[in-house]
């Protein structure tokens, strides 16, 4: 699908890793480019005529995302540099000063060291406890068990929408509606499902929400934090200086600019919120149903495929999302990756940003296959080729 929008692909390459980070369109490619070579200014500093196209295509992205993402209101969008960004942000902008010791937050085994780290920190810092959600025998979070979580002191839930690994899409509707019975608030990591399905923050009605502009086909070094308007309005800024306030003198005085322009001090990213915008338009043309279904086609295919070889290990094989974790029985996982890489097939190999999954799948280190909507049954047609044959000398797990 498309494939002929991606320069990448005029060479000889199968990428398979696009959970790590998806290929770029040329519509994106050239956004960013114009922006370098026609109006390469910076934003909200000028009163020139290309400061203030800069101003107007930056002010743009934030109202596609806006729509892109179903929120209420452009104020609710700030940029950031990516889902970890985003996610620190929530965690010591907000929540940092929402909990207090004793609090309990509710994360699973199965996240990416994003969603994991900061909480660890915030746990040494003011006495929260971090408890997990306890995942089903295919590995995946069921309203069963998140009921079965949930205490009288739970006050957060924050858990990956498709989580990187496990690749399992998780019913975040209705652990919200869930959730808001009980008073607990929502943070839903969207790095995994952004760029393969419609994602509707007031459907699911999660309070917070962050994602990455790469694994959406979009340009590295920017991402978007979402919060509900009054839940961004009480979030406090972690890093201070220029464009995010409006007055300050040698007393110490100051005055702050107001949401979303807090959170976003010093120069931003400005070609890469050019370039979201231009991602956000080419996905929206394409239509994320669209895209959706396409992939589920491919991830069908792929699991027929790949049951037809024994060697093959899968261990999430009822996961709705693209993305596959397997090895193959007697060759470790990088070595399988080296392999593959003779012959030009792109895939992930290790524990993935999520080293405590091992105690749940029992083995630290996996090869991951992720798929994207330009990417093809040929293509997995090769994959399986090459790993009914792999001549090489390996290393016993």
Not at 74 to 97: C, H, Q
Not at 135 to 164: C, F, G, W, Y
Request: aromatic letters at 8%.
């Amino acid at each position: 699908m498309n494939r002929e929008d991606f320069p990448m692909l005029k060479q000889n390459l199968i990428y398979f890793d696009n959970g790590a980070t998806s290929l770029k369109p040329q519509q994106v490619i050239d956004s960013i480019v114009d922006y370098y070579q026609n109006y390469s200014a910076n934003a909200h500093r000028g009163d020139y005529d290309i400061s203030l196209k800069v101003d107007s295509n930056y002010e743009l992205t934030r109202i596609l995302v806006k729509e892109f993402i179903h929120a209420n209101s452009s104020k609710e969008i700030a940029f950031t540099s990516g889902t970890t960004d985003s996610l620190n942000k929530i965690i010591f902008g907000y929540f940092r000063y929402y909990l207090k010791a004793g609090d309990e937050v509710l994360l699973t085994r199965s996240e990416h060291a994003s969603n994991l780290l900061p909480w660890f920190e915030l746990q040494d810092q003011i006495g929260i406890r971090v408890r997990y959600i306890e995942l089903d025998q295919s590995h995946r979070v069921t309203m069963e068990k998140v009921k079965e979580a949930i205490t009288p002191k739970t006050k957060v839930i924050s858990i990956a929408h498709i989580t990187n690994v496990v690749g399992d899409i998780r019913p975040m509707k209705e652990i919200t509606k869930y959730a808001h019975e009980h008073g607990i608030l929502v943070v839903a990591d969207a790095a995994q499902s952004i760029g393969h399905m419609k994602v509707d923050v007031q459907d699911l009605d999660v309070d917070f929400l962050a994602f990455s502009a790469h694994k959406m086909c979009g340009p590295t070094g920017i991402g978007v934090l979402y919060a509900k308007e009054n839940l961004l309005t009480d979030t406090k800024p972690i890093i201070f200086g220029g464009g995010m306030n409006a007055s300050f003198d040698t007393d110490g005085t100051r005055i702050y600019s107001e949401i979303p322009t807090l959170l976003e001090a010093g120069t931003p990213n400005i070609a890469g919120v050019i370039g979201l915008g231009a991602t956000i338009s080419y996905l929206t043309k394409i239509g994320m149903e669209k895209i959706e279904q396409y992939e589920q086609e491919l991830k069908q295919y792929l699991m027929k495929e790949l049951k037809k070889i024994p060697e093959v290990i899968v261990y999430n094989e009822e996961s709705e999302s693209g993305i596959v974790a397997m090895n193959y029985n007697g060759i470790f996982s990088q070595d399988l990756a080296i392999y593959l890489n003779k012959y030009h097939i792109c895939v992930r190999s290790g524990s993935h940003c999520a080293k405590i999954l091992k105690d749940e799948i029992g083995i630290k280190n996996t090869t991951r296959i992720s798929l994207s909507f330009y990417n093809t049954k040929e293509e997995i047609d090769q994959l399986v080729m090459a790993l009914k044959n792999p001549n090489i000398k390996i290393d016993i797990i």
